[in-house]
């Protein structure tokens, strides 16, 4: 087994994912070593918090949440904005302590992780290119007196069109995501929260293969 040494600086960044309020209690004992001796402030949308009862108080979801953790000679930082999310952790001493800290909080948002959305934005460049091309073949070979569409297709068209838009949203509105609840902890229930996002996409993927493949064989007929 090869030894390598730890880079010099920590990481920041952090995979897409879904966190209720028992994943944020357990990062902020992970940063505050689960010691009395820190002050912490938490913030969700618009609201500014000071203890994790305050946020359960608010009840809904949020796509931007900041927590800051301050003690002796130390500071933290957790962030998710719409376009990522990100930890710093500064802290005067033994960077190990630090090190074991960034990994603790990086392995609850891999088991948090919103696997959909961290794999899209990962390959985003290439599905982008992927998409140009075909949309280039399909107007170099298509016929050039394609059949008009009539009112029927058309609304199929402004359909498929609605759903793809609804797709992009998913993928580009939002990085992170924080339900300032606890999540249900047994049965299909938890299931089908946990996998929401991919059921939703998957039905409206469906769909839009469905019109998509309707409209190309009025087109082409």
């Not at 070593?33 to 009862?53: E, N, R």
């Not at 904005?81 to 609850?108: C, F, M, P």
């Not at 068209?157 to 993928?171: E, K, Q």
């Not at 998957?202 to 009025?218: F, H, N, W």
């Amino acid at each position: 087994m090869a030894i390598k040494p730890l880079p010099h600086s920590i990481p920041s960044k952090l995979p897409p994912a879904k966190l209720y309020l028992d994943d944020i209690n357990e990062i902020l004992q992970i940063l505050t070593d689960s010691s009395p001796d820190y002050q912490a402030t938490f913030v969700a949308g618009q609201s500014k918090c000071d203890t994790l009862d305050d946020l359960k108080e608010l009840r809904r979801r949020t796509t931007h949440f900041v927590m800051n953790i301050s003690s002796p000679r130390k500071h933290q930082t957790l962030e998710l904005t719409t376009s990522a999310t990100r930890i710093h952790i500064d802290e005067i001493g033994d960077q190990l302590l630090a090190w074991s800290k960034y990994v603790n909080v990086a392995a609850i948002f891999e088991r948090r992780k919103l696997r959909l959305k961290s794999a899209v934005r990962s390959v985003a460049p290439l599905l982008f290119a992927g998409l140009s091309f075909l949309a280039l073949a399909v107007w170099m070979f298509a016929p050039r007196a394609a059949k008009p569409l009539s009112i029927y297709e058309l609304t199929h068209l402004a359909t498929g069109i609605v759903l793809a838009a609804a797709v992009v949203y998913y993928f580009v509105s939002s990085h992170s995501v924080v339900y300032l609840r606890y999540p249900l902890r047994i049965g299909v229930g938890r299931w089908l929260e946990d996998h929401k996002p991919e059921i939703i996409v998957g039905v409206i993927s469906i769909l839009l293969g469905a019109i998509a493949t309707r409209i190309v064989e009025k087109t082409w007929r």
